[in-house]
């Protein structure tokens, strides 16, 4: 079973930040979070991933609480080509069998 | 190297009948797994192998369905005698492991359909 929550919808207008929220209350110190997109028809593409440290990258920033029990994904100005389903993910670096919720699915909007 | 690599993209199969897909992983990948994704949910793990040894297999990898990856490098998954609950997306993913990244990056994937 997934190990994280998220809300099922989400919408974002255009050129506008979205903040796509998870709930991991159960993740072990040796965890990361990952976090995948899956535009429709394609396979999933990776994001961004970190273990306590705020991290980003060209793509996105990945906000992670002190406690490590939630995180944040926020893409800083979405396009429409931003939207997707946004799954949240935790696993184990050294064996990276993820396993995948339902994640989000983000709607941007002109 | 363009990433992972699916073949065919689409395949319609007559229940009963055998089907293979193929899985071209990024090439200095060692690890690569199988992935099964019905509509309206996220990908289901089915197997991994980490260069060409089967590590895991999911209880969804039923005796119909065999893997294999004999040189380390292309996968191929076998489905015996189809069933129409077998209709699916079948994902290939694969990633390095000998650094921290670790990441997956899949392929396209093989949308198969039972009829």
């Known amino acids: 079973d997934a190990k994280t929550t998220q809300p099922p919808s989400m919408d974002c207008a255009e050129g506008r930040a979205a903040n796509l929220p998870c709930n991991h209350s159960t993740i072990s110190g040796n965890e990361y979070v990952y976090w995948y997109r899956q535009i429709h028809s394609q396979g999933p593409q990776y994001i961004i991933h970190?273990?306590?440290n705020n991290e980003t990258n060209e793509m996105a920033s990945l906000i992670i609480t002190e406690d490590r029990k939630s995180s944040t994904l926020i893409l800083p100005h979405a396009t429409l080509r931003d939207t997707a389903v946004y799954y949240c993910?935790?696993?184990?670096?050294?064996?990276?069998?993820?396993?995948f919720g339902t994640g989000t699915r983000l709607l941007v909007s002109p | 190297d363009t990433g992972v690599s699916q073949n065919p993209r689409h395949k319609i199969t007559k229940r009963g009948q055998n089907v293979t897909f193929r899985c071209d992983p990024i090439s200095e990948h060692n690890r690569l797994y199988w992935y099964r994704q019905t509509l309206g949910q996220g990908p289901e793990f089915l197997t991994y192998?980490?260069?060409?040894?089967?590590?895991?297999k999911s209880r969804l990898l039923s005796d119909r369905f065999s893997a294999e990856r004999p040189k380390g490098s292309f996968s191929t998954l076998e489905i015996q005698r189809t069933e129409q609950g077998d209709s699916a997306m079948y994902l290939c993913?694969?990633?390095?492991?000998?650094?921290?990244?670790?990441?997956?990056?899949f392929g396209q994937g093989t949308r198969l359909t039972v009829v």
């Open positions: 993913a694969s990633s390095y492991s000998e650094d921290s990244r670790t990441e997956a990056f």
């Open positions: 970190g273990l306590k």
């Open positions: 192998f980490q260069n060409e040894a089967q590590l895991e």
């Open positions: 993910i935790v696993g184990d670096t050294g064996f990276q069998k993820l396993v």
